[in-house]
């Protein structure tokens, strides 16, 4: 397992948490809680160790844009290939951008 | 049966605390089922034992299969029946079990309900206020475990190398889990759940009792008595609880902060 | 069944455990217990250097179905296969022995337990066996006051110390997609032998241990498609039964005498076990 804290520019917190995906094979869990107001952050617990540089690619790419909502994430991966955390980390950028559902 | 000594720990250990009584008719020779009594007081005993004439060729070896699993939940409800009116017996399940019988039969013809019956037996005698002791002597494995003993109000274990609880043989849990038994073993000295050895068991903090024995392997005089007040003890322990609450504790920190916090969050 | 029917069907299967048990609760009655945000994850994984989950693969959620009183506790297959460790097995515990506190005090709580489960987490073996003893004396207990209605959906199954959980349901559903036996095709292939159990024979596991013939010998209840809506029908259904024993469970009797009946070195063959559990005594086909 592998370990990696990533963090970004980003505008007000976002309005809820969200929930996205499951450590199975090839998939990942994204936890989302607003930020702090101005800064993104990602911590991302991997099973595969040594692809350090294709997640700091894959995240950054995501947090390009530093008006997004101020997001705290944890990822827990279990050998997702980054098309699914792209998908993953954007179902929960969308919930928590979206109206509140009251599921929890 | 003949008076010849018992080829399993758990028939040795039956014979001693029963003083050699006979066995209930009506249930197969791997289900010995014998009326003795502890500190005066009537009480059942029961053990599973290897049965090398067994019809299922997968559990001769103390195995509990299909029908070890029926026949405990014969032995414990029929204790339950003939006690309804009157003082509930103690039942102490003489524990050494290598394993739930691994077979295509078992399986088609549904172990598992078979092992669900001997449990659910189990459960309900205790609720019925009979109190259930489960004397670990030998090995204490998953499925067969769980159908034998695991239900009990207080297990008492002797402290033995060949005393072992697991979820597990050691070579099936390595294929399983993708590892070396080698692995197994190192992983079993560090992660107190994966050890086999009873000591680390009570450092979970499920036993009532670890008993240090002279023989675990040939029950004599001094040992058997140390096992008799234990059980004595024990069913003085129990008192008026029915439920498992008793293995509840700090060696469980997790089981118990979820069981905390589930219980805030319970009502909204 | 037409192609129209079949595509409109939304599968339960595919969902996740969170999203199935919402799917069984009435609209706007679902609230989650310790839910992933309180991270109770498993102590024991992250010493082993496997990656958690937050909610340890377990959710655990109050409702109601059809307004009766319930909670549902349900197993993340995908998530380490469905095993059971220290922390999700005494969610599940847990829940139900508060359930049963509170069936006690005259406040039924129906519990409903989706179970795909390969049974005891390995690498927390004692912890997880320990919680799933605990896990059955609950539900014992509980069969008493409320019906307690068990859920095996998918192709991951429900073995090991989870299937005994499965046969002491009041109200046990399966699919044909699922398998409930108590040892995995592998566990029997290492311990048994590639000729006692070949695990790579499909066909064989799924006549002998599929949701089909597990309800044709009476050891499930109820055979269902996997179609969201129809599950969420079978487990309204069982919900709003009264409590009872199964047969299932309490006849010890007629198991015994079965057994006695069978050859034991016979090769079990799914028809052979079908015809042993049509008896006089025993009609496998009536629930």
């Known amino acids: ?104 | 049966m003949t008076a010849t000594t018992p080829s399993s720990r758990g028939g040795r250990w039956l014979a001693a605390l029963t003083d050699e009584g006979p066995a209930l008719p009506g249930y197969p020779d791997s289900v010995r089922v014998v009326d003795g009594e502890l500190d005066g007081t009537p009480t059942r005993y029961i053990a599973v034992v290897p049965d090398p004439a067994s019809d299922f060729p997968r559990a001769r070896g103390g195995e509990v299969g299909l029908v070890e699993g029926w026949a405990l939940a014969r032995a414990v409800r029929e204790t339950m029946t003939a006690d309804v009116d009157g003082p509930r017996r103690p039942i102490v399940a003489v524990i050494d079990v290598p394993s739930q019988a691994y077979g295509r039969t078992e399986e088609a013809f549904g172990i598992h309900q078979a092992l669900a019956a001997a449990a659910d037996a189990y459960a309900a005698a205790r609720r019925a206020e009979h109190p259930v002791i489960g004397l670990i002597v030998g090995k204490a494995m998953s499925g067969a475990f769980l159908a034998h003993g695991y239900q009990a109000n207080r297990l008492i274990a002797l402290d033995d190398a060949a005393v072992e609880v697991h979820a597990m043989g050691k070579q099936a849990a390595a294929r399983i889990t993708q590892r070396t038994v080698e692995g197994v073993e190192a992983l079993a000295r560090t992660i107190t759940p994966m050890a086999y050895d009873i000591r680390s068991f009570q450092r979970l903090g499920l036993l009532h009792r670890l008993l240090s024995v002279a023989d675990a392997d040939s029950p004599a005089g001094p040992d058997v008595a140390a096992v008799r007040d234990a059980l004595t003890e024990a069913c003085r322990d129990i008192g008026d609880s029915r439920d498992l609450g008793a293995r509840l504790g700090e060696g469980r920190a997790a089981s118990l902060a979820v069981r905390r916090r589930l219980r805030a969050q319970w009502q909204s | 069944m037409d192609t129209a029917t079949l595509i409109a069907r939304e599968s339960f299967v595919e969902r996740g455990a969170r999203e199935r048990v919402a799917g069984l609760l009435d609209a706007g009655t679902m609230r989650e217990l310790l839910d992933p945000f309180e991270r109770l994850r498993s102590p024991w994984l992250a010493e082993q250097d496997i990656v958690t989950q937050a909610d340890d693969g377990v959710v655990i959620a109050r409702g109601a179905i059809a307004g009766t009183a319930v909670v549902c506790c349900a197993v993340e297959p995908a998530f380490q296969g469905g095993a059971i460790g220290e922390v999700g097995g005494a969610k599940i515990a847990g829940a139900l022995e508060l359930a049963l506190e509170d069936a006690e005090a005259g406040r039924p709580v129906v519990p409903v337990l989706l179970l795909e489960t390969g049974g005891v987490r390995l690498q927390e073996a004692n912890c997880g066996l320990a919680a799933i003893a605990e896990i059955h004396a609950a539900i014992a207990a509980l069969r008493a006051h409320v019906p307690v209605v068990g859920v095996v959906a998918g192709p991951v199954g429900c073995f090991g110390g989870m299937s005994i959980a499965a046969g002491l349901c009041s109200q046990l559903i399966a699919t044909r997609e699922a398998r409930l036996g108590l040892n995995g095709p592998q566990v029997i292939e290492q311990e048994a032998g590639v000729d006692e159990f070949d695990s790579r024979d499909r066909p064989m596991i799924w006549s002998l241990t599929g949701g089909e013939q597990r309800r044709a010998t009476g050891l499930v209840d109820t055979l269902c498609a996997d179609d969201a809506q129809a599950i969420a029908a079978e487990v309204a259904a069982a919900v709003a039964a009264g409590p009872e024993d199964p047969a299932r469970v309490a006849d010890v009797d007629a198991a015994l005498a079965r057994l006695a009946r069978i050859d034991g070195d016979r090769r079990a063959e799914a028809e052979w076990v079908r015809d042993a559990f049509q008896t006089p005594t025993d009609d496998g086909s009536d629930s």
């Open chain 1, 1 to 104: 397992m592998q370990t990696l804290s990533l963090d970004y520019p980003a505008g007000a917190p976002a309005a809820r948490r969200a929930l996205a995906g499951v450590v199975g094979s090839g998939d990942l869990e994204v936890l989302l809680e607003p930020g702090a107001d101005g800064r993104s952050t990602v911590e991302i617990n991997t099973s595969v160790d040594g692809v350090n540089e294709i997640w700091t690619a894959v995240v950054d790419r995501i947090f390009a844009d530093a008006a997004q909502p101020a997001v705290a994430l944890e990822i827990n991966d279990f050998g997702a290939t980054p098309a699914v955390v792209r998908l993953r980390i954007a179902q929960a950028m969308e919930q928590a951008a979206g109206a509140d559902t009251g599921a929890h």
